[in-house]
């Protein structure tokens, strides 16, 4: 396959997913330098990308985008790229990418018998060693060059926002340095316990010297139910 002119990468969510989704998307960067490459998610995770130096636009699409959308989106997606990297395989990318038939694409495959096992069974037969990146970057070995490194992930955060968050950690009392804890989770099988942050939470405050900020949205409990 020749060195394609653009490239869009396809993971529309979530949160934790799209971080990790930077770091194939840096080896894309490294490999073709001079291709265009954009990147498409869900509108209200758009702002999580903003800014970031290996993308050169953010393809946003809704969440109640309908069929007939989506398959229109496939068409022109067929015209305007060369390769198509689809990290997410969902039923919503699926859609899309039959609709192109002309270029080539990349997709990532969810281990999904193995995840099955560890959820539901609690039998883990993922390797030692295993992570989301490296999943991730199986898919790419096609154009990969031979490359085995797994490049860390990566956020653009401006001195705008990096100032308004000292502002608000000073409004709520800390100014010294601390832990940054993100507890919640889109589905209820990653959520943690709350007695598990507790004895966390315990022992870190009794070894080190930092504060303890808890991030969460309003629709995540689990926040509310870790007293430190």
Not at 86 to 112: C, E, F, G, M, W
């Amino acid at each position: 396959m020749s060195d394609p002119g653009t490239i869009l990468v396809q993971r529309l969510s979530s949160i934790g997913d799209i971080v990790q989704a930077t770091s194939p998307l840096s080896t894309l960067r490294n490999r073709f330098p001079e291709s265009r490459i954009d990147f498409m998610t869900l509108s209200h995770f758009a702002p999580l990308l903003e800014n970031h130096p290996l993308i050169n636009r953010i393809v946003k699409i809704n969440k109640t985008e309908p069929v007939s959308t989506l398959r229109s989106m496939g068409n022109k997606i067929d015209v305007d790229y060369d390769l198509v990297v689809d990290l997410h395989n969902s039923l919503r990318t699926q859609i899309i990418r039959r609709r192109i038939v002309n270029k080539a694409t990349l997709v990532y495959k969810k281990p999904r018998w193995k995840r099955f096992k560890l959820i539901q069974l609690h039998i883990n037969d993922f390797e030692d060693g295993f992570n989301q990146r490296r999943l991730y970057h199986d898919c790419l070995k096609p154009v990969m060059n031979g490359q085995i490194d797994i490049p860390d992930t990566t956020l653009s955060i401006s001195e705008s926002e990096k100032n308004q968050v000292v502002k608000l950690l000073k409004q709520n009392g800390v100014d010294i340095d601390y832990i940054v804890v993100i507890p919640g989770a889109a589905w209820e099988t990653k959520v943690w316990s709350a007695d598990g942050y507790k004895t966390v939470f315990s022992t870190l405050l009794k070894e080190t010297n930092k504060s303890i900020v808890i991030i969460g949205s309003g629709k995540d409990s689990i926040c509310d139910k870790i007293e430190i």
